[in-house]
């Protein structure tokens, strides 16, 4: 399978040197018309000049592509929107991204100054938000897009000297993780790239020996498959000295404690079986973090549970065997319901407790009614449904955690 990039346009940013420019020319030889964006700055930020950009695009032409060249600041939004447009008025589209610019400003936290610390998170990390913030819409609306971050070993395992930089670092792997869901529906992939290179941002932070191996040209390949009209979504690829690696952030399946046993010395003396591997998962969202939480709490009180006697029954009600699909799994109840002209009253028996049916529509045959719950957290349920000879179905609403299918059976 040949990756092409025909008629696509890309703006890659710290094109001039090293990764960047890496990137643009294999972009090029792919099809691709390139914007090369280069402030021309020395490593820790600091001149400026068009003469790298230049160069690149110069490269480009002579092999047959087409590029132009910018000299905008990552860090500064007014400059980068007018990179855009000038994009959009040469090209009319964009649709790859490639945030790589960057610099440094090494020092021990101690020794460092906070100028410092928020000048390379404005590089880093505001001028990754900037680009992509500048493109978004444009792609959105032509429902195709590729959006590239870097990050970097010092981010995601820290480096001595580097907590400036880490910072900026980690923090565009959670841009990824949140624009991955925002993008989706429109063809928006968003990818991290994990690079080590011998640059000029790296030389002399390794051996001669070492840094020999560490080119750019082996890390290009990963960049340009994460930015492919068949990319993977929401990856982070490793990458250096031609070795590639697949990171992932991992949680364990952990615990759950009762009340009277949520404490620091009851974490402590759980701490081996909170750190087990076994069973961990690359959570896809953020909202399946609590929900995992409250599957376990309610799987423990369901287990704890002596609500289901018959003393919780309701006389002359009728009951059903509930069954509800929720974002933390299936759910058993029972329903008792009582109906009185176009109202329904009633009781939820479940493993949490027993609660009072509220606004019990009825209108022929389909059925509405809410239930408050209070554990294992506040949650209202809103149900409605259609009911048939001996069953009940429809949806279910679970507050602002989504919603899911329910079944009664008449019991």
């Given at each position: 399978?040949?990756?092409?990039?025909?008629?696509?346009?890309?703006?890659?940013?710290?094109?001039?040197?090293?990764?960047?420019r890496c990137?643009?020319?294999?972009?090029?030889?792919?099809?691709?018309?390139?914007?090369?964006?280069?402030?021309?700055?020395?490593?820790?930020?600091?001149?400026?000049?068009?003469?790298?950009?230049?160069?690149?695009?110069?490269?480009?032409?002579?092999?047959?592509?087409?590029?132009?060249a910018?000299?905008?600041?990552?860090?500064?939004?007014?400059?980068?929107q007018?990179?855009?447009?000038?994009?959009?008025?040469?090209?009319?589209?964009?649709?790859?991204?490639i945030?790589?610019?960057?610099?440094?400003?090494?020092?021990?936290?101690?020794?460092?100054?906070?100028?410092?610390?928020?000048l390379v998170?404005?590089?880093h990390?505001?001028?990754?938000?900037?680009?992509?913030?500048?493109?978004?819409?444009?792609?959105?609306?032509?429902?195709y897009g590729?959006?590239l971050?870097?990050?970097?070993g010092?981010?995601?395992?820290?480096?001595?000297?580097?907590?400036?930089?880490?910072?900026?670092?980690?923090?565009?792997?959670?841009?990824?993780?949140?624009?991955?869901?925002?993008?989706?529906?429109?063809?928006i992939?968003?990818?991290?790239?994990?690079?080590?290179a011998?640059t000029?941002?790296?030389?002399?932070?390794?051996?001669l020996?070492?840094?020999?191996?560490?080119?750019?040209?082996?890390?290009?390949?990963?960049?340009?498959f994460?930015?492919?009209?068949?990319a993977?979504?929401?990856?982070?690829?490793?990458?250096?000295?031609?070795?590639y690696a697949?990171?992932?952030?991992?949680?364990?399946?952990?615990?759950?404690?009762?009340?009277?046993?949520?404490?620091?010395?009851?974490?402590?003396?759980?701490?081996?079986?909170?750190?087990?591997?076994?069973?961990?998962?690359?959570?896809?969202?953020?909202?399946?973090?609590?929900?995992?939480?409250?599957?376990?709490?309610q799987?423990?009180?369901?287990q704890?549970?002596?609500?289901?006697t018959?003393?919780?029954?309701?006389?002359?009600?009728q009951?059903?065997?509930?069954?509800?699909?929720?974002?933390?799994?299936?759910?058993?109840?029972?329903?008792?319901?009582?109906e009185?002209?176009?109202?329904l009253?009633?009781?939820?028996?479940?493993?949490?407790?027993?609660?009072?049916?509220?606004?019990?529509k009825?209108?022929g045959?389909?059925?509405s009614?809410?239930?408050k719950?209070?554990?294992?957290?506040?949650?209202t349920?809103?149900?409605?449904?259609?009911r048939?000879?001996?069953?009940?179905?429809?949806?279910?609403?679970?507050?602002?955690?989504?919603?899911?299918?329910?079944?009664?059976?008449?019991?």
């Amino acid at each position: 399978m040949n990756i092409e990039f025909n008629d696509r346009v890309a703006i890659i940013t710290g094109a001039g040197q090293g990764l960047g420019r890496c990137h643009a020319l294999d972009l090029a030889s792919r099809g691709a018309k390139v914007v090369v964006n280069d402030l021309g700055g020395s490593v820790d930020g600091s001149g400026g000049s068009s003469a790298a950009a230049l160069s690149v695009v110069e490269e480009i032409k002579a092999l047959g592509g087409e590029a132009i060249a910018n000299g905008a600041n990552v860090a500064n939004f007014e400059e980068v929107q007018a990179m855009v447009q000038q994009t959009m008025d040469e090209w009319g589209r964009i649709d790859v991204l490639i945030n790589n610019a960057g610099i440094l400003r090494d020092k021990s936290f101690t020794k460092g100054s906070l100028d410092d610390f928020k000048l390379v998170l404005d590089v880093h990390l505001m001028g990754t938000v900037n680009c992509t913030k500048a493109v978004w819409d444009i792609m959105r609306e032509q429902n195709y897009g590729r959006v590239l971050v870097t990050s970097s070993g010092s981010g995601l395992y820290g480096n001595f000297g580097q907590s400036n930089y880490g910072s900026a670092k980690t923090g565009v792997v959670g841009l990824m993780n949140t624009l991955v869901l925002e993008g989706a529906k429109n063809n928006i992939k968003v990818n991290t790239l994990v690079p080590t290179a011998g640059t000029r941002m790296t030389e002399g932070l390794v051996p001669l020996e070492v840094f020999d191996l560490l080119t750019p040209e082996s890390v290009t390949p990963a960049a340009t498959f994460l930015v492919s009209e068949d990319a993977p979504n929401k990856t982070m690829i490793s990458v250096g000295a031609g070795g590639y690696a697949l990171v992932k952030i991992v949680e364990t399946d952990g615990i759950w404690l009762p009340e009277e046993q949520q404490t620091a010395e009851a974490i402590a003396a759980n701490w081996e079986n909170i750190c087990d591997p076994e069973g961990e998962t690359v959570p896809a969202q953020g909202s399946e973090q609590p929900m995992k939480f409250l599957s376990k709490a309610q799987n423990a009180l369901s287990q704890n549970s002596n609500n289901t006697t018959e003393t919780n029954t309701m006389n002359d009600a009728q009951k059903w065997a509930l069954t509800v699909q929720s974002p933390m799994g299936q759910q058993d109840s029972d329903l008792f319901l009582n109906e009185d002209g176009n109202t329904l009253t009633g009781k939820m028996l479940a493993s949490n407790g027993e609660t009072n049916i509220e606004d019990g529509k009825m209108d022929g045959n389909q059925l509405s009614w809410t239930v408050k719950v209070d554990k294992p957290m506040p949650v209202t349920l809103s149900f409605s449904g259609t009911r048939n000879a001996d069953t009940i179905d429809g949806q279910v609403k679970f507050g602002a955690f989504g919603s899911g299918p329910f079944k009664a059976t008449k019991a």
